[in-house]
């Protein structure tokens, strides 16, 4: 079977004699890896199932060390391993006059992401449109005031996210005929014990723009994956309804993922499980192995889960518990 194959077959919940995977490693720890065994060979073991493209949003470097976004969001890189930060909003009131979206996937992109797509029609191909939705809205207007925003103008909060989903239907008019599996579209509507805005701002103004997004996808004859950090479990009901396919990062620090599975893994295929802010920093080689033992067992069975890093295995994570990570997942799978 091919790696398409596997992950199409994983996402129509089909029993398959091991479960497909992704092994994001941060680049620090792969040369710690590469130290460990010697040489780069043991990369090769590492099979591919998914390739992923996205839409780009641009970087224009300043002279002061930060960098402007094609939206005009100005943010500055973190000293060490971690995320970047916005230093300066274009919305500094809660008006859209006199702002310019900006065009995304111009010409030439799509034209190299084409070519790209059309080498690998073994693997199973998304494209990620990220940072575009509610991270966009946070982006352009500051986390705080977009929260203000949906009780002080909402009006105004309603006029954005319309724009915003536009937006994304234009993108998605773009790569209709592009030879896609799958479009993955991310948003962190999760913090570590349930939502950043609450369900019932959710539902008011993300969910049916959300929708028609997904619906979009659905009619183009493509799959729906979305990535979305943190406690998303209060809406993942809604998600299924609105026509999400595949769930990640699936973060077990976040919710009860054994609990997920019994509940909604026969309606949706979850991406991730291994956890990253607990067991793998703070675990054992043993905890580890067996932990990755656990979630194919139980999360796999019956198809409807990738298993994976929630992120990328981060320099904190010992060289033995990185080893212990990758060497049980590719066990799993024979490789």
């Not at 919305?91 to 799509?110: A, Q």
């Not at 998605?172 to 962190?188: T, V």
């Not at 990253?276 to 409807?304: F, M, V, W």
Request: glycine share 10%; net charge negative; hydrophobic share 40%.
């Amino acid at each position: 079977m091919t790696g398409r194959e596997r992950v199409l077959d994983a996402i129509a919940h089909r029993q398959a004699d091991y479960v497909p995977y992704a092994i994001p490693i941060d680049p620090v720890v792969v040369d710690r890896l590469n130290d460990h065994y010697g040489d780069t060979a043991w990369r090769s073991r590492i099979q591919p199932f998914i390739m992923g493209t996205g839409v780009q949003w641009g970087r224009e470097e300043l002279p002061d060390g930060t960098w402007r976004d094609k939206f005009g969001v100005v943010w500055r890189d973190s000293d060490g391993p971690g995320a970047w930060h916005s230093v300066d909003v274009p919305l500094k009131e809660p008006t859209l006059d006199g702002y310019e979206f900006p065009e995304l996937l111009p010409d030439e992109e799509l034209a190299a992401m084409r070519e790209s797509l059309a080498r690998r029609d073994d693997l199973y191909r998304h494209m990620g449109i990220g940072m575009t939705f509610f991270e966009r809205a946070w982006a352009l207007r500051g986390m705080s005031e977009i929260l203000m925003d949906f009780l002080l103008y909402p009006k105004f909060a309603h006029d954005l996210f319309e724009r915003l989903m536009q937006l994304h239907l234009d993108i998605l008019d773009k790569i209709s005929d592009l030879p896609l599996d799958g479009i993955r579209f991310g948003d962190d509507f999760g913090q570590q014990r349930g939502l950043i805005m609450g369900v019932p701002v959710w539902r008011e103004f993300l969910k049916p723009r959300l929708k028609r997004m997904y619906d979009r996808v659905h009619e183009m004859g493509m799959q729906v994956w979305i990535h979305s950090c943190g406690d998303n479990s209060p809406v993942l009901e809604d998600l299924i309804e609105i026509g999400v396919d595949v769930y990640n990062p699936f973060q077990p620090e976040a919710h009860d993922v054994y609990a997920l599975k019994r509940d909604f893994g026969d309606r949706i295929t979850f991406e991730g499980g291994i956890g990253t802010q607990e067991l793998l920093p703070r675990g054992t080689p043993e905890s580890i192995r067996a932990e990755i033992k656990r979630l194919c067992s139980e999360i796999g069975r019956g198809g409807g889960f990738i298993l994976q890093p929630t992120k990328p295995i981060m320099p904190d994570v010992p060289t033995a518990n990185a080893v212990a990570c990758v060497e049980a997942i590719l066990e799993q799978a024979g490789h």
